[in-house]
């Protein structure tokens, strides 16, 4: 209920702002080009997609999108197995956390943009046996390039969270460093895990989107956002539906990983007010 009262709030917001645009002087242009009413942006997903196709501008959307979460899932699956075996390696040994974190953190402030031609036009060279390197891999690794950040973070820090009392019991059972990780580290780092795969999950959603439009693959919500702008002039409703496709791609990707925070805390105790 929440979450509808907040999508009918930003449409209020929305044709406030349009109308206000009407009467005031704003900074920014507010005409039907720039801002079309919710009701045309409506009417434009419900039209063909091309004059003459069967196929409207909403089933295209959706498909584009269907494809690029597989993408970006891809991609999510391999930033998470980085992030967390870097996370672990960074626990482990304290001298790899001083040396390996400040390069982790390095590595996100390099231009997605500039980034992804390179990656592309290096791993089209890349042919391993009968497997050739494709476009599409490309877009896979810079969703997990901006997946593998968010997770290793958290992970390090959930991996810590273990109290010293807890840690001292472990080691007077003389459990082993791999049993002291899956018996305690990992289940204490649980509440830290969990948000940074959302964040890690609508990286992965980022990283395709802009890969998409940067390399060019056919098929994705990012190429059909390319294509839907070069039509804003006439139909402006068809970019805002495209865009819309990716914030639900988002969306989704978010609610997967809720599905899988319910999963993993099933059996844990649930907090009830006092």
Known sequence: MWALAGVLLTVLMWELVKWLGGVVSLPFN??????????????????????????????????????????????????????????????RFAFMERGLLPFVIASQTVPLIALAP???GIGNRISIGPVQWNTTYSVMFIAAYLAFFPLSVGALRGLHAPTPTSLELMRSYAATPRATLIKLRFPASIPYLVPAMKVSAAAAVVGTVVAEISTGVRGGIGRLILEYSREATSQPAKVYVAVFGAILLGLVAAGLVTLMDLYLTRNLPKESPA
């Open 118 to 120: 390179l990656i592309t």
């Open 30 to 91: 507010t005409n039907d080009q720039a801002m079309p009413h919710v009701w045309t942006m409506l009417q434009g997903a419900s039209k063909p997609e091309v004059r003459g196709s069967s196929t409207t501008v909403l089933q295209a959307v959706i498909q584009a999108a269907g494809y690029s979460l597989m993408i970006a899932l891809g991609g999510f699956a391999i930033g998470v197995f980085v992030g967390l075996v870097l996370a672990i390696v960074m626990q």
